[in-house]
């Protein structure tokens, strides 16, 4: 335990000596009252996906412990449009284990994230965080596993542009400086994230970068390790806030937006998972994957195009998914293969050991591979909801071991090639396509409603909620139209340029 503190960044895990999972209210009022903490914030997501604040003052000690006790009263119709403004009143109450101090305030402040409860003081069961809760509660009731997942999280950053070693135009795929010229930026959010108590695996320059009207446009990857879905969702909303508020200091334009311009690569938010047996990957055995993973995986694929209505949430995302873009179009899964929905990555399952053969001072330790093996799913983008994202992604991967031939349709949407080959084309027609606008997305959910109410996982309300804004961009014909009409596409882009 102690070796988890101790490299930790966040300061309230340095000081408490122990991992936030541990933190009691009592432990909150010491952290607060032993470093000048001043103010305390609540933030929470709303139906625009994006992060709200609640500021306190800190009057006194009763005070201090009456917020974290009771929470506060919020008006739940300006945040969630299902919840009618004659009995709107919620309840925001902190949760302990997400306590950050907040990296941008000049007054010393500590920040928590919080949950939705209603007027009975019970968990507001329409909210993204709760649904999510209840689809892992309904996960480890029917298998016995906890479902562990991590985001990719993919965006531009866009400033002027010094003509200084230009860069290689969709050339910028782990690019250093020079010829990157924000790499500096990103380290300062990993840092910042990682001290907010995000889980990082890693960062680097993504695919796009290119230069247009004075301005260059480079694409930037954050990539986060496989944590518990509830930790793993509460990462990739403090990573959004701290990537555009350290920009907006710089003076910098930040977007997560699925499509910036045409031509050139869009941004995803690919979620990887893997099903845990308290600390055993049950994803792999003997260097294959698992049983368990193939009955997850037809799952999440029988219900993908449903998927797309919580993970791809505006006109752009359609326009993200289509063929020969490193997207995905077809329903299906392979290893190691980016023109999948579902892709298995490598994971660590060879015999050799390549440490002591890069480095021949250490010894071989080939006998420990790690358990590292993890299962990709590739069509979301920054628009999403990323707590209903996962909890959709939950739901299904557990319908996958409900189902009795989940064997069998994973086996028959396998594919071992590139699937946009003109030689795959029979394969190709035979698989189910993913939705090509957000009303075929609302038509999919609609279709397969039922299978997310199951266990009260997603409430009706919420689902009714989706569709009704899915349809109500009423682009079913929208990437027809738009076909080579540049200006209209850049309208388009601009209107949902800050998603998500």
Known sequence: MESKVTLCPNQVVQFLGKQPEEFRKADIIRFIKENGIRMVNFMYPADDNRLKTLNFVINSEEYLDSILTYGERVDGSSLFPFIEAGNSDLYVIPRFSTAFVDPFAEIPTLTMLASFFDKEGTPLQSSPEQTLRKACKAFR?????????????????????????????????????????????????????????????????????????????????????????????????????????????????????????????????????????????????????????????????????????????????????????????????????????????????????????????????????PQKQTVELRSADGSADVYQLIAAMVVAARIGFEMEDSLKRAEDMYVSVNIHNDENRAKLESLESLPDSCVASADALEAKREAFERYDVFSPQMIDGIIKKLRSFDDASLRSSLEGDREGMLELVRKFWHCG
């Open 141 to 369: 009731d029917v298998t016995g596993y906890d479902f562990y997942a991590m985001g990719e999280l993919e965006y531009y950053v866009i400033s002027e542009d010094s003509g200084l070693f230009p860069a290689s135009d969709q050339k910028g795929y782990h690019e250093s400086a020079p010829y990157a010229k924000f790499n500096d930026f990103r380290a300062e959010c990993m840092a910042l994230i990682a001290q907010a108590g995000g889980q990082i695996k890693y960062g680097h320059n993504e695919v796009g970068n290119f230069t247009i009207d004075g301005k260059i446009f480079e694409q930037n990857e954050i990539e986060f390790l496989p944590i518990p879905a509830m930790q793993a969702a509460d990462n990739l909303m403090v990573a959004k806030w701290i990537i555009r508020t350290l920009a907006m200091k710089k003076g910098y334009d930040v977007t997560f937006a699925p499509k910036i311009t045409a031509g050139k690569a869009g941004s995803g938010l690919h979620i990887h998972f893997k099903v845990m047996d308290g600390d055993r990957n049950m994803m792999s055995i003997d260097g294959k994957l698992s049983d368990v993973a193939k009955k997850a995986i037809a799952g999440i694929l029988s219900y993908a195009p449903a998927i797309t209505a919580m993970g791809n949430k505006v006109p752009t995302s359609y326009f993200r998914l289509v063929p020969h873009q490193e997207a995905p179009t077809s329903v299906c899964w392979g290893d190691r293969n980016r023109s999948v929905l579902v892709r298995v990555p490598l994971g660590w399952t060879g015999e050799n050991d390549m440490c002591s053969q890069a480095n021949p001072l250490e010894k071989d330790e080939s006998a420990s591979a």
